[in-house]
């Protein structure tokens, strides 16, 4: 699909279209072009608009990674950290090679599997923080840190887990701290309250084409927050 200014997509309550699309062009540092169609709740009738909040999904760890980054160049987690300095117990099985370190975990080289040990995806039910330190040091290495890449949500969760440690708060709180508050992104939050979720697109499932869509819970992911829990607008993510 072509894009051009003025564009109407003709977006419609229809199973083999998007529900809504918000878009942000920047250049230079500048908003040049935004474009909101469609609706972000069918069942409420409600349109789409610029203030309209989107679950980033895995977009979340680019804020994370951000966080990380901010407290190296502060000195207080160098990148090159061993995690396991700072989380004794986050040793996974048959582990190879050299430990992993920070830079691993946000670079997708450190070996890790793709998720923890709960079946969220299908469950929709997250572990507590609890729940996932319990269950790492169960789990398999793929492959000796810095060798390979291997895209890891569990990593970011562990990114979380050292921040939390690190700081003694939780992640949520350190994130809006050094990146969030800092930068001015006033619809951003890795933990938004009822309020910031009434706000954000309705999420609309397909089971199969020719079928209707149907909604989709917001779902929090507790523990793998850092993975894929945030939610925020056009205008901030272009700020971003």
Known sequence: MEFTHGN??????????????????????????????????????????ENTRFRLASVTKVLTALCLCRLAEKGLLPLDTVVQDILPWCVLKERRGRPMTVRDLLSHGAGLPMDAAFPYWTSKVYPQREDLIRTIPNQREVYPPGTRFKYSNLGFAIAGLLVE????????????????????????????????????????????????????????????????????????????
């Not at 878009?23 to 609706?39: A, E, P, Q």
């Not at 199969?208 to 909604?215: A, D, L, M, T």
Request: proline share 5%.
């Open 8 to 49: 109407d997509l003709n977006l419609a309550k229809s199973e083999e279209l998007a529900p809504c699309l918000s878009l942000g062009l920047v250049c230079n540092g500048r908003v040049v072009y935004s474009f909101n169609k469609g609706w972000s709740d069918f069942e409420q009738s409600k349109a789409v608009s």
């Open 165 to 240: 440690q690190l700081t003694n708060e939780a992640f949520a709180s350190v994130l809006d701290r050094e990146i969030i508050v800092p930068l001015g992104l006033k619809h951003t939050a890795l933990e938004p309250d009822d309020e910031a979720i009434c706000e954000t697109a309705v999420g609309y499932r397909q089971v199969s084409n020719g079928k209707p869509r149907f909604p989709v819970q917001f779902i929090r992911e507790l523990a793998m927050s850092p993975c894929g829990n945030a939610v925020s607008t056009i205008e901030d993510m272009s700020t971003l």
